[in-house]
Protein backbone atom coordinates (compact mmCIF):
# COMPACT_ATOMS: atom_id res chain seq x y z
CA UNK A 1 0.00 0.00 0.00
CA UNK A 2 1.41 3.43 -0.85
CA UNK A 3 2.42 5.76 2.14
CA UNK A 4 0.12 9.08 1.86
CA UNK A 5 2.01 12.19 0.71
CA UNK A 6 0.23 13.40 4.05
CA UNK A 7 2.91 12.40 6.16
CA UNK A 8 5.16 15.18 4.55
CA UNK A 9 3.20 17.79 7.03
CA UNK A 10 4.55 16.02 9.73
CA UNK A 11 8.17 16.56 8.53
CA UNK A 12 8.24 20.30 8.85
CA UNK A 13 11.78 19.94 10.84
CA UNK A 14 13.28 18.14 8.54
CA UNK A 15 12.00 19.66 5.50
CA UNK A 16 13.17 23.12 7.22
CA UNK A 17 16.33 21.63 8.08
CA UNK A 18 17.44 20.36 3.99
CA UNK A 19 16.18 23.62 3.25
CA UNK A 20 18.20 25.49 5.33
CA UNK A 21 21.20 23.60 4.69
CA UNK A 22 20.69 24.30 0.85
CA UNK A 23 20.88 27.83 1.15
CA UNK A 24 23.80 27.84 3.95
CA UNK A 25 25.89 26.23 0.56
CA UNK A 26 25.20 29.68 -1.09
CA UNK A 27 27.78 31.87 -1.54
CA UNK A 28 30.52 29.49 0.39
CA UNK A 29 32.45 28.72 -3.15
CA UNK A 30 35.35 26.80 -1.71
CA UNK A 31 36.14 30.10 0.68
CA UNK A 32 35.40 31.81 4.14
CA UNK A 33 33.59 28.30 4.94
CA UNK A 34 32.69 27.99 8.76
CA UNK A 35 35.14 26.64 11.44
CA UNK A 36 35.35 22.93 11.71
CA UNK A 37 32.50 22.57 14.95
CA UNK A 38 35.21 20.67 18.25
CA UNK A 39 33.84 17.06 18.46
CA UNK A 40 33.01 17.75 22.24
CA UNK A 41 30.48 20.61 21.81
CA UNK A 42 26.79 19.31 22.50
CA UNK A 43 23.59 20.95 20.87
CA UNK A 44 20.55 20.74 22.36
CA UNK A 45 16.99 20.20 20.11
CA UNK A 46 13.35 19.12 20.74
CA UNK A 47 10.76 17.30 18.36
CA UNK A 48 7.15 16.69 18.51
CA UNK A 49 6.65 12.94 18.97
CA UNK A 50 6.11 11.00 16.06
CA UNK A 51 1.85 11.00 15.71
CA UNK A 52 0.28 7.47 16.05
CA UNK A 53 -0.63 7.54 12.49
CA UNK A 54 2.96 7.65 11.02
CA UNK A 55 4.39 5.06 13.31
CA UNK A 56 1.63 3.00 12.19
CA UNK A 57 2.61 3.66 8.50
CA UNK A 58 6.00 3.23 8.84
CA UNK A 59 6.58 -0.39 10.75
CA UNK A 60 4.10 -1.13 7.86
CA UNK A 61 6.26 0.21 5.26
CA UNK A 62 9.28 -1.36 6.47
CA UNK A 63 7.22 -4.91 7.19
CA UNK A 64 6.19 -4.86 10.49
CA UNK A 65 3.18 -4.96 13.04
CA UNK A 66 2.01 -1.97 14.43
CA UNK A 67 0.81 -3.66 17.35
CA UNK A 68 4.18 -4.61 18.38
CA UNK A 69 4.68 -0.81 19.00
CA UNK A 70 1.63 0.16 21.38
CA UNK A 71 2.55 3.34 23.51
CA UNK A 72 6.27 3.06 21.98
CA UNK A 73 7.58 4.50 19.28
CA UNK A 74 10.12 2.43 16.86
CA UNK A 75 13.65 3.25 17.68
CA UNK A 76 14.59 2.23 14.53
CA UNK A 77 12.53 5.30 13.29
CA UNK A 78 15.14 7.39 14.73
CA UNK A 79 16.40 8.85 11.46
CA UNK A 80 12.89 10.85 11.57
CA UNK A 81 13.69 13.48 14.38
CA UNK A 82 17.41 13.33 14.55
CA UNK A 83 18.02 14.01 10.99
CA UNK A 84 17.73 18.60 11.35
CA UNK A 85 19.81 18.42 14.11
CA UNK A 86 22.48 15.99 12.44
CA UNK A 87 22.38 18.42 9.86
CA UNK A 88 22.82 21.59 11.70
CA UNK A 89 26.22 19.55 12.96
CA UNK A 90 27.35 18.81 9.18
CA UNK A 91 26.75 22.21 7.94
CA UNK A 92 29.49 23.87 10.68
CA UNK A 93 31.90 21.68 8.63
CA UNK A 94 33.59 22.73 5.67
CA UNK A 95 32.00 20.02 3.22
CA UNK A 96 30.08 20.57 1.05
CA UNK A 97 26.72 19.28 2.09
CA UNK A 98 25.60 18.45 -1.47
CA UNK A 99 27.58 15.78 -2.26
CA UNK A 100 27.39 13.92 1.20
CA UNK A 101 26.14 9.96 1.79
CA UNK A 102 25.25 7.95 4.37
CA UNK A 103 27.83 5.54 4.83
CA UNK A 104 26.24 3.78 8.01
CA UNK A 105 24.33 4.36 10.92
CA UNK A 106 23.72 2.27 14.50
CA UNK A 107 21.38 2.77 17.67
CA UNK A 108 21.86 1.52 20.95
CA UNK A 109 18.49 1.42 22.82
CA UNK A 110 18.64 1.58 26.56
CA UNK A 111 14.89 1.69 27.10
CA UNK A 112 11.78 2.39 25.07
CA UNK A 113 10.60 5.54 24.00
CA UNK A 114 7.25 6.29 25.52
CA UNK A 115 4.83 7.45 22.36
CA UNK A 116 3.34 10.83 22.59
CA UNK A 117 5.81 12.27 24.26
CA UNK A 118 7.54 15.10 23.46
CA UNK A 119 11.67 14.51 22.17
CA UNK A 120 14.52 15.93 23.93
CA UNK A 121 17.74 15.36 21.28
CA UNK A 122 21.22 15.87 22.29
CA UNK A 123 23.98 16.14 19.43
CA UNK A 124 27.57 16.30 18.73
CA UNK A 125 30.31 15.51 15.97
CA UNK A 126 31.45 12.47 17.39
CA UNK A 127 34.38 12.35 14.69
CA UNK A 128 36.03 13.58 11.44
CA UNK A 129 38.04 11.46 9.50
CA UNK A 130 39.81 13.09 6.62
CA UNK A 131 42.43 11.05 4.86
CA UNK A 132 42.24 13.72 1.56
CA UNK A 133 40.51 11.62 -0.68
CA UNK A 134 37.69 11.53 1.37
CA UNK A 135 36.03 12.46 5.14
CA UNK A 136 33.75 10.61 7.64
CA UNK A 137 31.70 12.48 9.23
CA UNK A 138 29.93 11.01 12.51
CA UNK A 139 27.63 12.08 14.55
CA UNK A 140 26.80 10.95 17.92
CA UNK A 141 22.79 11.64 19.14
CA UNK A 142 20.95 10.51 22.49
CA UNK A 143 17.22 10.99 22.25
CA UNK A 144 14.90 10.79 25.29
CA UNK A 145 11.58 12.46 27.17
CA UNK A 146 11.42 13.58 30.09
CA UNK A 147 9.84 10.54 31.53
CA UNK A 148 12.04 7.72 29.50
CA UNK A 149 15.90 10.53 29.49
CA UNK A 150 18.79 8.92 27.33
CA UNK A 151 16.45 6.16 25.92
CA UNK A 152 18.32 5.84 22.70
CA UNK A 153 22.02 6.44 21.42
CA UNK A 154 22.34 6.69 18.00
CA UNK A 155 25.17 7.33 15.33
CA UNK A 156 24.98 8.99 11.84
CA UNK A 157 27.70 8.45 9.20
CA UNK A 158 28.29 10.56 6.15
CA UNK A 159 30.97 10.35 3.15
CA UNK A 160 31.93 13.02 1.31
CA UNK A 161 33.95 12.48 -1.74
CA UNK A 162 37.03 15.07 -1.78
CA UNK A 163 38.90 13.45 -5.07
CA UNK A 164 38.80 11.32 -7.75
CA UNK A 165 40.22 7.92 -6.91
CA UNK A 166 43.51 7.14 -9.12
CA UNK A 167 42.73 3.98 -12.02
CA UNK A 168 45.66 2.21 -10.33
CA UNK A 169 44.25 2.42 -6.70
CA UNK A 170 42.92 -1.34 -5.64
CA UNK A 171 39.56 -1.75 -4.79
CA UNK A 172 38.60 -3.05 -1.62
CA UNK A 173 37.19 -6.36 -2.09
CA UNK A 174 33.36 -5.63 -1.35
CA UNK A 175 31.77 -8.15 1.52
CA UNK A 176 29.03 -11.17 0.53
CA UNK A 177 26.88 -12.48 2.64
CA UNK A 178 28.71 -16.00 4.70
CA UNK A 179 27.29 -19.23 2.80
CA UNK A 180 26.07 -20.35 6.47
CA UNK A 181 24.36 -17.10 7.49
CA UNK A 182 20.45 -17.93 8.07
CA UNK A 183 17.45 -16.00 6.04
CA UNK A 184 15.27 -14.01 8.48
CA UNK A 185 12.97 -12.52 5.83
CA UNK A 186 12.52 -12.04 2.13
CA UNK A 187 12.24 -7.85 1.35
CA UNK A 188 10.78 -6.29 -2.36
CA UNK A 189 11.20 -2.97 -2.86
CA UNK A 190 8.95 -1.29 -5.43
CA UNK A 191 9.45 1.57 -7.59
CA UNK A 192 8.07 4.11 -5.14
CA UNK A 193 10.16 2.84 -2.38
CA UNK A 194 12.52 5.62 -1.87
CA UNK A 195 9.21 7.92 -2.16
CA UNK A 196 7.25 6.33 0.57
CA UNK A 197 10.26 6.49 2.96
CA UNK A 198 10.84 9.91 1.78
CA UNK A 199 7.29 10.77 3.07
CA UNK A 200 7.41 9.27 6.22
CA UNK A 201 11.03 10.77 7.23
CA UNK A 202 11.12 13.81 5.32
CA UNK A 203 14.49 12.98 3.93
CA UNK A 204 13.16 13.75 0.27
CA UNK A 205 16.87 13.68 -1.65
CA UNK A 206 15.74 13.20 -4.90
CA UNK A 207 18.40 10.59 -5.87
CA UNK A 208 15.83 8.37 -3.81
CA UNK A 209 12.70 8.68 -5.74
CA UNK A 210 13.39 10.94 -9.07
CA UNK A 211 15.46 8.40 -11.80
CA UNK A 212 16.17 11.60 -13.97
CA UNK A 213 18.05 13.34 -10.71
CA UNK A 214 19.18 10.14 -9.72
CA UNK A 215 21.33 9.17 -12.87
CA UNK A 216 22.16 12.60 -13.07
CA UNK A 217 24.03 11.63 -9.74
CA UNK A 218 25.64 9.07 -10.81
CA UNK A 219 23.62 5.89 -9.89
CA UNK A 220 21.66 3.32 -12.62
CA UNK A 221 18.51 4.79 -11.17
CA UNK A 222 16.69 5.62 -7.85
CA UNK A 223 18.16 4.04 -4.96
CA UNK A 224 16.97 2.86 -1.66
CA UNK A 225 17.74 5.04 1.78
CA UNK A 226 20.54 3.94 3.97
CA UNK A 227 18.01 4.38 7.00
CA UNK A 228 15.70 2.51 4.96
CA UNK A 229 17.89 -0.60 4.47
CA UNK A 230 18.69 0.00 8.56
CA UNK A 231 14.69 0.00 9.21
CA UNK A 232 14.13 -3.83 7.20
CA UNK A 233 16.91 -5.38 8.64
CA UNK A 234 16.31 -4.36 12.06
CA UNK A 235 12.33 -4.96 11.64
CA UNK A 236 13.04 -8.44 10.07
CA UNK A 237 15.18 -9.48 13.64
CA UNK A 238 12.20 -8.09 15.50
CA UNK A 239 9.56 -10.10 13.91
CA UNK A 240 10.91 -13.27 12.99
CA UNK A 241 13.74 -13.28 16.03
CA UNK A 242 12.04 -11.39 18.94
CA UNK A 243 8.01 -11.64 18.86
CA UNK A 244 7.62 -8.71 18.10
CA UNK A 245 10.09 -7.18 21.42
CA UNK A 246 12.23 -4.42 20.25
CA UNK A 247 13.27 -3.80 23.69
CA UNK A 248 15.50 -6.78 23.30
CA UNK A 249 17.65 -4.94 20.91
CA UNK A 250 20.91 -4.35 23.16
CA UNK A 251 23.17 -2.92 20.10
CA UNK A 252 22.45 -2.99 16.03
CA UNK A 253 24.76 -1.03 13.47
CA UNK A 254 25.11 -1.10 9.83
CA UNK A 255 27.04 0.24 7.19
CA UNK A 256 25.63 0.83 3.99
CA UNK A 257 28.70 -0.64 1.42
CA UNK A 258 26.52 -0.63 -1.91
CA UNK A 259 23.33 1.24 -3.61
CA UNK A 260 19.97 -0.65 -3.27
CA UNK A 261 18.55 -0.27 -6.97
CA UNK A 262 14.60 0.30 -6.91
CA UNK A 263 12.50 -1.68 -7.84
CA UNK A 264 14.77 -4.40 -6.10
CA UNK A 265 14.75 -6.85 -3.80
CA UNK A 266 17.39 -8.67 -0.61
CA UNK A 267 17.12 -10.56 1.86
CA UNK A 268 17.76 -10.01 5.87
CA UNK A 269 20.62 -12.74 7.09
CA UNK A 270 21.98 -13.17 10.16
CA UNK A 271 24.96 -15.04 11.08
CA UNK A 272 25.92 -17.23 14.18
CA UNK A 273 28.51 -14.69 15.35
CA UNK A 274 25.56 -11.69 15.13
CA UNK A 275 26.62 -10.09 11.83
CA UNK A 276 23.65 -9.22 10.16
CA UNK A 277 23.38 -8.53 6.94
CA UNK A 278 21.03 -7.19 3.81
CA UNK A 279 22.09 -8.69 0.86
CA UNK A 280 21.56 -11.12 -2.24
CA UNK A 281 21.74 -14.59 -1.14
CA UNK A 282 24.65 -16.51 0.47
CA UNK A 283 27.92 -16.03 -1.32
CA UNK A 284 26.01 -12.87 -3.02
CA UNK A 285 26.74 -8.91 -2.68
CA UNK A 286 25.63 -6.94 0.18
CA UNK A 287 24.62 -3.82 0.73
CA UNK A 288 24.28 -3.55 4.12
CA UNK A 289 26.80 -4.64 6.67
CA UNK A 290 26.04 -4.99 10.29
CA UNK A 291 26.27 -6.88 13.65
CA UNK A 292 23.60 -6.99 16.53
CA UNK A 293 23.84 -7.97 19.89
CA UNK A 294 20.29 -9.04 21.91
CA UNK A 295 19.66 -7.86 25.26
Known amino acids: MAVSARFLLDQGRTLGALGRAVLGMVGKGGAGLPPLLGTSEWIEDTAPAPSDALIRAFVRS ?7 YRRVVPPHLFSQWTFPVASRLFAKTPYPLVRILNAGTSMTPATPLPAREKLLVRARMESIDDDGSRAILTVKLVTGTRSAPDA ?24 TVPDGARELAFERFGPNAGRDFAF ?11 PAYARASGFKGCILHGFGMFAHAVEAVVRTRLSGSASRIAHVEGK ?10 AGVYLSETGHLYLGDAPGGGVYLDGRLSLA
Open 62 to 68: VGGDPSH
Open 152 to 175: LTSTISAYVPLAKKRKDEKKKPLP
Open 200 to 210: LTGDVNPIHWI
Open 256 to 265: FVRPLLLPGS
